[in-house]
C-alpha cells in the first residue's frame, strides 16, 4: 500500500505513544480490573492461582485484539500478503506498536511475580517476539510479515480460554470444555501451524533479498516459536484426547501443558 511521506511520518511518531499506551493498559487491567471479575473458586485457590488467572485473562484479552487485529488488516487491506516486506498501514505499525507493549508489560509481570522455569521460556520467546516487531516498527518495512505472524493470536484466543477453564477445574467431559477444545486444536492448526509453515517457508525462499540480520532475526524467533508450538501441540493432544483421566475433573497437572 502506497502512502504519502506525510502519512508514514504521522503513524511512525503516534508509535511510541502506541506502544506505552498498550503498557499501561495492561498493566491497569491486570492490576485493577480484571481483579474485579475474579471467580470465587480462583480466590480460594490462593495468590498463585488469582495471578495466573489475571495472567491470562490478560493474554487472552491481547490475542482477541491482534488476532482479530490482524485478520481485519487483511481483509481492509488484501495486498497485506503480496508483498511482505514492503506493505505498509497505520493500521499494522500500531498492531505491532500495541503487541510490543502488551509483551514488554508481560515479561517483566512474569519476572517479578512468576520465576519458575515455564515462565523463563516464555519470557525468552517474548524477547525474540519484542526483537522482531520492534525491527518492523522502527524501519516500517516487514510489516505484512508481521501481519501474518499475528495471525497466530486467533490461536491463542482458544489457547488461553482453555487455560482459564482448566483453573475453574471444568469438567473435561462437558460440552463447552470439548468445544473449546476442538477449536483449540483446529486452529491450531489451521493459524498456527500452517501460519508457522508459511513463516519459515518464505523466510528459506527469500533468504538472498532481505539483510543478514534480518534472516537471522527471523530464524532466531520462528525456531524458538515452533519448538514452544510443537510441545505445546503434543501435550494439548495427550491432555484432551490421550489422558485417561480425561472423564474426570481437571487438576493443576494440566496447567503444565500449557
Not at 86 to 101: E, H, I, K, V
Not at 171 to 191: A, H, P
Amino acid at each position: 500500500m502506497s502512502l504519502s511521506i506525510n502519512d508514514s511520518k504521522n503513524a511512525f511518531i503516534w508509535s511510541p505513544v502506541v506502544f506505552i499506551s498498550s503498557v499501561v493498559v495492561f498493566y491497569t487491567l491486570k492490576t485493577f480490573v480484571i481483579p474485579l471479575f475474579i471467580p470465587l473458586i480462583i480466590r480460594n485457590g490462593g495468590p498463585k492461582t488469582v495471578w495466573k488467572w489475571s495472567n491470562i485473562t490478560n493474554s487472552l484479552i491481547h490475542s482477541f485484539i491482534t488476532g482479530v487485529g490482524s485478520f481485519t488488516c487483511f481483509i481492509i487491506y488484501p495486498e497485506t500478503g503480496d508483498d511482505v516486506v514492503n506493505f505498509y498501514s497505520p493500521l499494522s505499525l500500531f498492531l505491532a506498536a500495541f503487541t510490543n507493549g502488551y509483551f514488554v508489560f508481560d515479561f517483566f509481570d512474569m519476572l517479578w511475580n512468576h520465576r519458575k522455569r515455564s515462565s523463563y521460556e516464555l519470557m525468552f520467546h517474548h524477547f525474540a517476539v519484542v526483537s522482531c516487531f520492534s525491527l518492523c516498527v522502527f524501519t516500517q518495512r516487514y510489516l505484512g510479515y508481521g501481519m501474518v505472524a499475528l495471525l497466530v493470536e486467533i490461536n491463542s484466543i482458544f489457547l488461553h480460554w482453555r487455560q482459564l477453564l482448566l483453573l475453574r477445574n471444568a469438567d473435561k467431559t462437558e460440552t463447552y470444555y470439548r468445544t473449546i477444545s476442538v477449536l483449540n486444536l483446529g486452529t491450531f492448526v489451521m493459524f498456527r501451524i500452517v501460519t508457522l509453515g508459511w513463516l519459515t517457508r518464505w523466510l528459506i525462499f527469500n533468504h538472498d533479498k532481505i539483510p543478514n540480520y534480518v534472516y537471522h532475526a527471523g530464524c532466531f524467533t520462528l525456531t524458538s516459536v515452533m519448538m514452544m508450538s510443537t510441545v505445546l501441540f503434543f501435550r494439548l493432544l495427550i491432555a484432551d484426547y490421550f489422558n485417561k483421566s480425561i472423564t474426570g475433573k481437571s487438576s493443576n497437572k494440566d496447567l503444565k501443558v500449557q
